[in-house]
């Protein structure tokens, strides 16, 4: 009986949900495993995934790397970043061309979370970027959409540098 309730429990929704994650593997740092949030921020995520499943951000270098005064974050995402210098002035405005409304959610920004790089004056501007919080940064809280989480080799986070390039980002579930 009891092993019934809690297959009921289970398929009724009443046990953690499977999210979807990816890994990423950073040349010459290690691999990131990534677990997004759906229920959070719907469009991102998939959006998010749909990148990944296009290979959009294989060879796409980390185009911001803020460690000082203190850990803050690492941005990656713009495609721009694969062919051009890093102090290009282009660097950091590009995209895939498709852009998903601001999903404002309760996800915290703690170490490891992921958030929508956006256009300051534009809160609708999200698209490929992304940045990966290096410690918790609960002032973002609200203004960008969080949408996942590290959940294995936050010990990588800190070791990524400017111009680190993704290899290769496939989802494992």
Aim: aromatic share 8%; charged share 25%.
């Amino acid at each position: 009986m009891t092993l019934l309730i809690a297959a009921t429990i289970i398929t009724m929704g009443g046990g953690q949900p499977d999210h979807p994650t990816v890994d990423m593997n950073i040349v010459g740092r290690g691999q990131l495993t990534i677990e997004l949030y759906p229920e959070k921020a719907p469009k991102t995520v998939a959006h998010f995934r749909k990148l990944v499943r296009d290979g959009f951000y294989e060879g796409v270098r980390f185009h911001r790397v803020q460690n000082k005064p203190r850990p803050f974050i690492v941005m990656t995402g713009d495609p721009f970043s694969k062919t051009l210098p890093l102090g290009d002035p282009k660097i950091g405005t590009g995209g895939s061309g498709t852009t998903v409304p601001f999903e404002k959610n309760d996800l915290q920004f703690v170490n490891g979370t992921l958030g929508l790089s956006r256009d300051k004056e534009d809160q609708n501007s999200g698209d490929s970027q992304f940045f990966i919080t290096n410690g918790p940064q609960r002032f973002l809280e609200g203004t960008y959409v969080g949408f996942g989480r590290v959940i294995k080799g936050l010990d990588v986070i800190p070791k990524i540098e400017l111009g680190d390039k993704i290899f290769s980002m496939r989802e494992t579930r």
